[in-house]
């Protein structure tokens, strides 16, 4: 093999160079060969200088180059000063180990240079045999696998992003191309800053949605901290989230996100009952002091769900919440109204109707835990379902040996009909008034009526057989109405508060029923809060979602998410879009929500059920017992001593409501009553005339000012 001219040539360099190295500084101290030895040498120091400072791959050979020249000074400063040639020919040993020492180094210098001259002459080619495939290279010293290093030629290709280097590569199961990077900062000590998903993500050769970069969380045996960081490069697994996602995927990526249905969330479950055709998406918040807040409409667009209140439900309960997906509205059905459901248990808690999952809700015919009577609030449009929920509350209650008392402003089919099965029924403001005053007295008559044990009068203790009355329900249907009539409604508007306030403890609950829980319809302050506080408030369809909601958040001592009851119940078919282009009508699937109510539960939480059904149709007397409740002797003989019993339709007694009339100037003689009988009309214009009464409240106020178009 011909040695290259460059070699050659080097080789003579340091051949010649030696004796002159020796020779010159003895024999020719002066000589500015010296000098330029010495320059060379000190050339070859700032070699070594910056060979040492640059941060480029090579520096220990760029060294190795500099070397002859600072050694050759070396030598020359030696030669110098030593006397003659130096002791033993100091002189010429050392120009000759200088040359001997070049001759070697000088080819591992050669090989730093870039480029090599061809040979002078090459031998003629040869066929050879093919040589043996050389062997992968040895694994590095910290045992490395193939996925390591093939990562990592990957990652130094890039130039080492954000000064890390992979310490490991985990390919994850049955993914071809999915795996899991293990980072650490070059610098021990140093954390990890400037690297992003799409610095990975080009490194690797992949979509930086692709990329999830995590924190490392200390374990026995490796570290963690901000100086580690974990990769997960995941190409197949998002390819086959993008295309057929799992419904935990679909909650994280659609519904959980900040711009999401429930931001915050994530999904505990999901169950189908093909029985009743439901899907249930139980889920809660990652952080258990969050409240969820739902927004339903992006929910049903995210998981693929019809946008329709009738079919698709949340329940909250704390920091978890349930979403009911039906394939047909569940409270579209009916619940029949049975003996056995309305049966009231020891607790004095009866059956009324049934939610959106099935479960029975229940409500009360008195207070166990309170020991006292109970009141109702019963709220809702015409036709929205409150007579219905009057006659399974009246079954109950008669159940549980309750005496019923039900008036209403205006006679109607159905509560004509409940009054067969109850003690007493009337149907104007008259009926009303007196009803109310007879329940009242009722109050002061049972606070002193003796029971037999021990012949003193108690409290009313639900259940109590000792007791010797029956509870007492009064019913007043359109309460806001009589409450606002000009002859009686003062009246009924007064009894009513005091009704509310003292006839829990003697065993007397007042029911009233209407379309507006407001002052200004009839309900006080005071009526209310005791309403509230002392019964299971019943909301029905109030004529539209707003004021449903607005009536429900009246009766509730805090302002909970109340569920909305629609008009009517109708799936949306086919596209509304669609539809418009065409010119076609919209379907008219709609399903009546009559029966359909928000009851409030003693926890304050407002849930959506369908009263049970009272068919009017048919004969009631399976929900109510053989015989009807009535008042003791007793309770009758005292009621009619202050006359409070009998007819409550006959017309108004002189100074029953009223103080009586004087006879005019004229000395015709006046009628000593006001109003007629029946449905509490006014008299004629010569009988309606009275004395002025004394004016103690606005309400008499603006009765004395209607009074004078009389004049």
């Keep these: 093999m011909t040695t290259p001219r460059s070699v050659v040539l080097e080789r003579l360099a340091y051949t010649l160079a030696a004796p002159?190295?020796?020779?010159?500084?003895?024999?020719?101290?002066?000589?500015?060969?010296?000098?330029?030895?010495?320059?060379?040498?000190?050339?070859?120091?700032?070699?070594?200088?910056?060979?040492?400072?640059?941060e480029e791959t090579g520096a220990g050979r760029k060294i190795l180059r500099w070397s002859p020249l600072v050694l050759a000074a070396a030598v020359d400063v030696a030669a110098k000063n030593t006397p003659g040639w130096g002791p033993y020919w100091l002189d010429t040993l050392l120009a000759a180990g200088w040359a001997a020492a070049g001759y070697l180094v000088m080819p591992f210098s050669r090989h730093a240079r870039r480029r090599h001259r061809p040979a002078l002459a090459a031998a003629a080619p040869q066929l050879q045999p093919e040589p043996a495939p050389e062997p992968d290279p040895a694994p590095p010293h910290d045992g490395a696998n193939q996925l390591t290093r093939q990562a990592r030629m990957l990652w130094e290709r890039a130039g080492m992003p954000a000064r890390t280097h992979i310490v490991s590569a985990t390919r994850h199961p049955a993914m071809r191309n999915d795996l899991t990077?293990?980072?650490?900062?070059?610098?021990?000590?140093?954390?990890?800053?400037?690297?992003?998903?799409?610095?990975?993500?080009?490194?690797?050769?992949?979509?930086?949605?692709?990329?999830?970069?995590?924190?490392?969380?200390?374990?026995?045996?490796?570290?963690?901290?901000?100086?580690?960081?974990?990769?997960?490069?995941?190409?197949?697994?998002?390819?086959?989230?993008?295309?057929?996602p799992t419904h935990q995927e679909k909650w994280v990526d659609r519904v959980a996100g900040p711009k999401g249905g429930a931001p915050g969330s994530e999904l505990v479950h999901r169950t189908r009952d093909d029985e009743r055709g439901v899907t249930f998406y139980r889920a809660k918040m990652a952080d258990s002091t969050e409240t969820p807040r739902i927004d339903l409409a992006k929910v049903c667009r995210a998981l693929n769900l019809p946008e329709d209140d009738s079919c698709v439900f949340v329940l909250i309960d704390g920091n978890e919440f349930l979403i009911s997906a039906f394939d047909t509205p569940p409270l579209s059905q009916i619940f029949?109204?049975?003996?056995?459901?309305?049966?009231?248990?020891?607790?004095?808690?009866?059956?009324?109707?049934?939610?959106?999952?099935?479960?029975?809700?229940?409500?009360?015919?008195?207070?166990?835990?309170?020991?006292?009577?109970?009141?109702?609030l019963i709220l809702g449009v015409s036709r929205s379902g409150k007579t219905q929920f009057f006659a399974i509350s009246m079954a109950a209650e008669s159940l549980a040996g309750a005496v019923v008392w039900l008036s209403t402003v205006r006679k109607d089919e159905k509560t004509t009909t409940l009054g067969q099965y109850i003690d007493r029924q009337g149907s104007n403001a008259l009926w009303m008034a007196r009803q109310l005053r007879a329940a009242k007295a009722l109050c002061e008559i049972r606070a002193e009526m003796p029971w037999p044990h021990d012949g003193k009068p108690h409290d009313y203790k639900p259940g109590d057989p000792r007791c010797p009355y029956r509870p007492l329900s009064v019913y007043a249907d359109e309460f806001m109405t009589a409450a606002q009539d000009g002859l009686f409604g003062e009246d009924i508007q007064k009894n009513g508060d005091d009704?509310?306030?003292?006839?829990?403890?003697?065993?007397?609950?007042f029911k009233p029923a209407g379309q507006s829980p407001f002052a200004h319809n009839g309900f006080s302050t005071e009526m209310k809060d005791n309403l509230r506080q002392n019964s299971r408030p019943v909301i029905f369809n109030m004529g539209s979602p707003g004021a449903t909601r607005k009536a429900a958040e009246g009766t509730m001592e805090n302002a909970y998410d109340v569920p909305t009851i629609p008009?009517?119940?109708?799936?949306?078919?086919?596209?509304a879009i669609e539809r418009a282009m065409k010119g076609e009508a919209d379907p008219e699937n709609g399903?009546?929500?009559?029966?359909?109510?928000?009851?409030?539960?003693d926890n304050g939480r407002a849930v959506l059920m369908r009263s049970l059904y009272a068919d009017f149709d048919t004969d009631l007397s399976g929900l109510f017992p053989e015989e009807v409740n009535r008042l003791t002797d007793y309770e009758i003989s005292e009621l009619e001593k202050r006359g409070l019993w009998g007819d409550w339709n006959r017309e108004p007694d002189p100074g029953e409501f009223w103080p009586e009339l004087d006879e005019d100037d004229d000395g015709d003689s006046r009628s000593r009553r006001r109003g007629g009988g029946g449905g509490g009309k006014r008299g004629t214009k010569s009988s309606s005339r009275r004395a002025e009464p004394q004016v103690t409240s606005p309400r008499q106020a603006l009765e004395a000012i209607k009074s004078l178009n009389n004049a």
């Design 499 to 509: 009704l509310t306030v003292t006839g829990l403890k003697y065993g007397i609950g």
């Design 591 to 601: 399903v009546s929500t009559g029966g359909v109510a928000v009851i409030v539960l």
């Design 336 to 376: 029949p109204a049975t003996r056995e459901l309305l049966t009231p248990d020891a607790k004095g808690m009866f059956v009324c109707g049934f939610t959106i999952t099935g479960q029975p809700v229940k409500n009360m015919v008195w207070q166990h835990d309170k020991n006292a009577a109970c009141h109702g």
């Design 181 to 244: 990077v293990l980072l650490r900062a070059s610098e021990t000590g140093r954390p990890i800053t400037g690297l992003s998903d799409a610095i990975v993500a080009a490194a690797f050769g992949v979509h930086a949605s692709d990329v999830t970069l995590m924190d490392v969380a200390i374990q026995p045996g490796r570290q963690g901290g901000p100086g580690w960081m974990e990769a997960r490069i995941t190409p197949d697994a998002n390819r086959r989230r993008r295309e057929a």
């Design 567 to 575: 008009a009517r119940y109708s799936r949306q078919e086919g596209s």
């Design 20 to 54: 002159v190295l020796a020779v010159a500084p003895n024999v020719y101290p002066d000589s500015p060969v010296n000098t330029v030895v010495q320059l060379a040498g000190a050339a070859g120091i700032g070699g070594w200088f910056l060979a040492a400072k640059s």
